[in-house]
């Protein structure tokens, strides 16, 4: 067997050194900064996208697309049906077909595709028509979209990966040329979603917007959505897709909470708790739900300091909620304890399980403490 | 490590007394005990004391009165070791007498996972 040289040696993990790793956020960073903050949708070029689709076409021995490029969800849905809705499409069928006829360069086929998009978004075909508000049902597909894993929302993640791995651990690659090529520009091109034809291909740009927590999508702050398009919002909350109407009301302050009681999908209601809480705190989540007093105690430190402390539930149980010994269907619990330094108020959520203040205080403390360690602070209270 | 007393808090971390330095306990440089993850603001002792990391917080060994303060990252810098007070953010300042003492983070509960993390301060 040959002696395997340094260029084709296999790497391991024990390659990924401290240093390389140390890098990986940068690496990431580029791939979501700008996209997340909005600066890579204001500065986007419509001819970076038609680039990069092109030479997707190339690399499958296609001739250049007409590309369209929708700049919103509602863009998308509406020259999809426009371009691919045999119902409705009759007029661009025409246009597409009578200039794809013979053989067009590159330019004219792009300079032909500003004109027909130009076309589509001229076409009569508005959602607010009573024509198509009476027949959009029948008559208006839902806009659908092509898996390729080098034309979707993740395509910069794979090329990012395949640029990480390739680049750090200096590996050559077969198809570093094409590879390259793409990742340079998949962040320009910010293509979300597309449907491709061979003479035509509609794109939907990556939002103009995006929050996120640890967990996923997600956002409370208000009603623009976790992704957001000019004029659409999505709305996701811990990762969870959140139904408009929760955010409309919140907002527009109608939230009741017959409206949380009525709601049958706990994930939603979850949801509803997460959006108050981030706003109003526990307090104006207790307020919201109702929440009953359970106990009270007058606690006089052997410092000196005195203190009241309370244990609140709510009235109604909550089937997604949990205590601590792992029973659901429970209510919410707060204990109440007004810090001695700031006067702050704070309401921490606790187990379902106490119905004594103590118990949920002593629950608390760091983990390690014995339950058995009476509560009472000896010396310092701030 | 037996515990001996619920000495005090400043804001979410929680000082007991023990009765010695755990064997497993590995010492640590002086660093804050808690830092708010909202403000950058830090709980951190000042003074003659030694630091260890263990499970769940941290033991510290206080030779003389040291000073656990609420403060700035840039107020604690070169005062590590002297047992002043400085510049208070929201907690008071408080004195720790000479003595051993584990230090730990108030826990939080999550009613939606049902388990606890920690406060958020």
Known sequence: MSEQTEQTQIKTLDDLTPEIKARIPMWKDKCTVDLYSGKEYAEHKREDTVAYMNYVYKLCNRTAPLVIVANTLSEYRRYFNIIFNEKINGEFDKLVTSFMDGTKSDEQVAEKALEIEARVKSLAFNEEDSFFKENKETILDSPRYHWISITSEYSRVYLTWYKFIKDEFNLPCSKAEELDTLYDMVFKASIAKVFVCESITLVLRMPSRIHRNDIGLHNTQDALGAIQYPGEALHYINGRKMPDWVFEKYFGKTLQFSDFVNETDEDVKAGIITLIKDNEGNQGLMKFLNAKLIDEKVIEHKNGHKETVKLYKTKEKYSMLQDHNGNSNVPYAWTYMVCPSTGTEYLIDTSAAFDNVMDALKFHRPEGVPLSLEYTWQSFTN | ?121
């Open chain 2, 1 to 121: 490590m037996n515990f001996k007393s619920q000495l005090g808090h400043q804001g979410d971390t929680q000082w007991f007394g023990v009765d010695k330095i755990p064997t497993d306990a590995k010492k640590v440089e002086k660093q804050f005990i808690a830092a708010s993850e909202r403000t950058g603001n830090v709980h951190a002792l000042s003074g003659n004391y030694d630091m260890y990391e263990v499970a769940g917080g941290h033991v510290i060994e206080c030779h003389e009165t040291c000073v656990l303060n609420h403060t700035s990252n840039e107020s604690l810098k070169n005062n590590w070791d002297k047992a002043v007070e400085l510049p208070v953010r929201d907690h008071r300042s408080s004195e720790v007498a000479k003595g051993i003492y584990f230090v730990g983070i108030q826990q939080r509960f999550d009613p939606l996972a049902g388990h606890k993390k920690r406060v958020i301060d």
